[in-house]
C-alpha cells in the first residue's frame, strides 16, 4: 500500500466526504477545512491560506511528510493549522488513527502555531466530524 492509498483509507475513516476524497485522489492537494467550514482543496490560489500552502510545500518537502489535510483554528490567543499526515514508515500505520467513538485520535500530525511558532511541533490532536467538517477538539 502506498502512502496515498494510506491516507484515503484515513480519509474515510474520518467520515471525510467522498467527492472530496475523489478530488484529492485526483490532484494529490490536502483537503483544508477552515473553522469548522466545509472542506475545500488547498492550494496556491488560496489566498486567505496562502501560508498555509507555503507551510505545507516546507513540511514535504523538508520534513519528507505526505500530508492529506489541514485543519484551521483561529483562538482568541492564537491561530493555529493542523497538518494530518501519512508516515514514511509503514509499521506506524496502523498506530496513526484510532477511534474513540465519535472522535479520533491521529498521532501523524505538525501542529503549526502561526502566533508563537516556537510551539509549534510534531504530536497528536482529537479530531470530530461534524457531518460536513473536521474540527479539532484538543
Known amino acids: 500500500m502506498t502512502q496515498k492509498e494510506k491516507a484515503i483509507e484515513y480519509m474515510r475513516v474520518?467520515?471525510?466526504d467522498e467527492e472530496?476524497?475523489?478530488a484529492y485522489s485526483e490532484t494529490n492537494k490536502a483537503i483544508l477545512f477552515d473553522n469548522g467550514d466545509v472542506g475545500v482543496?488547498?492550494?496556491?490560489?488560496s489566498l486567505d491560506h496562502a501560508k498555509a500552502y507555503a507551510k505545507k510545500i516546507?513540511?514535504?518537502q523538508e520534513r519528507g511528510l505526505f500530508i492529506y489535510a489541514?485543519?484551521?483554528?483561529?483562538?482568541n490567543f492564537?491561530?493555529?493549522?493542523d497538518f494530518l499526515f501519512v508516515s514514511n514508515y509503514s509499521e506506524d500505520w496502523d498506530l496513526s488513527l484510532k477511534s474513540y467513538g465519535d472522535f479520533y485520535r491521529v498521532t501523524a500530525t505538525y501542529a503549526w502555531n502561526v502566533s508563537m511558532d516556537h510551539w509549534s511541533d510534531m504530536?497528536?490532536?482529537?479530531?470530530?466530524?461534524?457531518?460536513?467538517?473536521?474540527?479539532r477538539i484538543s
Not at 482543496?41 to 490560489?45: C, F, P, W, Y
Not at 504530536?123 to 474540527?135: A, C, H, K, Q, Y
Open 41 to 45: 482543496l488547498l492550494n496556491e490560489q
Open 20 to 22: 472530496l476524497i475523489n
Open 78 to 81: 492564537c491561530e493555529m493549522y
Open 58 to 60: 516546507e513540511l514535504e
Open 70 to 75: 489541514v485543519l484551521h483554528e483561529t483562538f
Open 14 to 16: 474520518l467520515g471525510i
Open 123 to 135: 504530536g497528536s490532536i482529537f479530531v470530530l466530524n461534524t457531518g460536513d467538517s473536521l474540527i
